[in-house]
């Protein structure tokens, strides 16, 4: 039999499911990014309430889509570009689930931004942190870092909290917790800048601040993907960022009207985008630890808080500025009390380049808090 005819003779499902296998990509998430532009193309999230719980599924599965395609292209590309493509790519999920929000007519949406950038630094700095301390000192007892790095990204990221969220309440340029349009252009700039430059020293400068402790479990680097796995990965990535758009424009309108017509703090929704876009990096960071590399899970529940506000800031801030949207940035006594207690606590914790199950619990049981007096104001 001749090689032509012999490739004849294999069923299309077997060449189908061989080419998956040779792209390296799982069917979910090819399969998702195009649910959602057909989702958007028959107007699924019209369809009345099955519609729109679909649309809502649609709408995650692409999203975690996005977010494994983008790791993917960075994987092949490498440090420190690698780190700023799935940084932008997530940044345009969170940003297009904001702005989306901000321009439906169900209820003030000026300070979703805020919102969901606060809620991303508490599931961070709380639930994601917390979680990796607890399961890994459950399973190795006492676990050990590189502090020079997270002490690092502390740092920068107290900065630039405080910047974002905190400074807003004593301005007097603009009436409320806003800043005026010259003192929003400076914070974004300011935001951007410490993003950049710690994403200089992290990947080029002092990259060995971030690297495990040499007692540490060696971390086991898959080999980056083929040419064509990544172009493939890069298009997919480019077709579930459309559909994340389309969709969270087409569902905005219905979640905050759900969310209002519940009797719930608008907040809610916040939390909602905030989870929903940090739950791949969740449970990246999870796994590592439970695997005793908790330098690799501080690495990636840090650096996705200096991206929420290096990146996220500063588009939501042109957007703004460029539509005429009202942005209000600045938390309330409560929010600036967990807020100071979150920083306080995890540099305490962090203190020492040692981690137990302490730390964890106490981080868990501050993000309850956060969670239930957001339910419950």
Known sequence: MTEAAAIDAIPPQATKRGLLRRSGLPLWSLLFPLLGLLAVAVSLAKMGVVGTIVAAIVLMGSVLSAVHHAEVVAHRVGEPFGTLVLAVAVTVIEVSLIVSLMLSDAGDASSLARDTVFAAIMIILNFIVGLCLLAGGLKHGEQRFTLRGVSAALCVLAAMVVL????????????????????????????????????????????????????????????????????????????ALVGVVLLAKALSATVESAILGAGLPLAIV???????????????????????????????????????????????????????????????????????????????????????????????????????TTVVP
């Open 164 to 239: 974002s969220l905190v400074l807003p309440n004593y301005v007097s340029s603009a009436p409320g917790p806003t800043y005026a349009p010259s003192q929003l252009v400076f914070v974004a700039i300011v935001s951007l800048i410490l993003y950049l430059t710690f994403v200089l020293v992290q990947t080029v400068r002092h990259r060995d601040y971030f690297l495990p402790d040499e007692k540490a479990p060696k971390d086991a680097h898959a080999e980056p993907p083929s040419n064509a796995t990544t172009w493939t990965a890069f298009a997919v990535l480019l077709v």
């Open 270 to 372: 916040g939390v909602v985008i905030a989870a929903l876009v940090l739950a791949p990096e969740s449970l990246a960071a999870y796994r590592a630890a439970r695997r005793n590399r908790l330098q690799t899970s501080l690495n990636l529940a840090l650096g996705s808080a200096l991206a929420t506000i290096g990146l996220t800031i500063p588009a939501v801030a042109i957007v703004s500025l460029i539509l005429d949207l009202p942005l209000a940035l600045g938390i309330g006594p409560k929010g600036i009390t967990l807020l100071i207690l979150s920083l306080f606590t995890i540099t305490l914790t962090l203190g020492t380049g040692r981690t137990t199950i302490l730390g964890g619990a106490v981080h868990l049981v501050i993000f309850a808090a956060y969670l239930f």
